[in-house]
């Protein structure tokens, strides 16, 4: 099946750790996305990658590490400078077909930091 | 970035009601799209629809471009509609471009 994962789907962390949450793509799409959601709230982003070994910040990116070494892999760590991590993270990737772009959303991994 | 304003935050409804959702933004759009998430966090993309009107089964969307909102029709709703529906827009210059901007919600819970 083409989709895309994203683990764990629950995450413990205490405070001061660092914690790298996966997302891997078999859509072969080219473009991938962080964003965060809180309680309430939208989507914000936080990084997105448009190719291969290239990434931009998005709105929130303070205390977020990524990193884009192979097309089908977008990890997120988030460092210990991030000062309120607990939030619920979703992956996307996306695909220009017919002159427009849609993102698809992975299942998302809740972090909850103590 | 692009304001994205949706309304109402709340919306409880009876099975087999009708309801409206509102989304309107700041600036021109390149794309516009409504997504429904359940209740375990999975975001579906419902509508692609910078502009015009779509209709897929009880569900339709109309986009007014130049007025800079867009509406979804829920019919006849279900106990399954129930969740949060986004919408979701792209920007159409600088550096809005590409890049999808949220609005925060609106909670739909339908009762039986």
């Known amino acids: 099946d083409g989709g895309i994962t994203q683990s764990p789907k629950y995450l413990f962390r205490k405070e001061g750790q660092n914690v790298t949450l996966s997302c891997e793509q078999n859509?072969?799409?080219?473009?991938m996305y962080w964003y965060r959601q809180d309680p309430g709230q939208g989507l914000r982003l936080i990084y997105y990658s448009q190719i291969v070994n290239d990434f931009q910040k998005g709105d929130i990116a303070e205390g977020y590490s990524v990193s884009r070494e192979k097309k089908e892999s977008f990890p997120l760590t988030v460092t210990s400078a991030q000062k309120n991590p607990t939030a619920f993270y979703l992956c996307?990737?996306?695909?220009?077909?017919?002159?427009?772009?849609?993102?698809?959303f992975g299942p998302g991994t809740r972090l909850l930091v103590l | 970035g692009i304001q994205v304003e949706q309304s109402p935050p709340d919306l409880i409804l009876q099975e087999g009601a009708n309801s409206t959702l509102r989304c309107n933004f700041s600036d021109s759009v390149n794309n516009l799209q409504w997504f429904h998430q359940n209740p375990w966090g999975q975001l579906i993309n419902l509508f692609y629809?910078?502009?015009g009107t779509k209709q897929n089964g009880r569900l339709s969307a109309t986009t007014v471009a130049t007025e800079r909102y867009s509406l979804l029709y829920i019919s006849s709703s279900q106990t399954t509609d129930s969740g949060v529906y986004f919408c979701a827009v792209e920007g159409a210059r600088g550096s809005t471009l590409g890049r999808l901007y949220f609005g925060r919600g609106t909670q739909l819970t339908v009762w039986p």
């Open positions: 996307a990737s996306s695909i220009w077909t017919s002159g427009r772009e849609t993102q698809y």
């Open positions: 629809i910078p502009s």
């Open positions: 859509l072969n799409h080219d473009a």
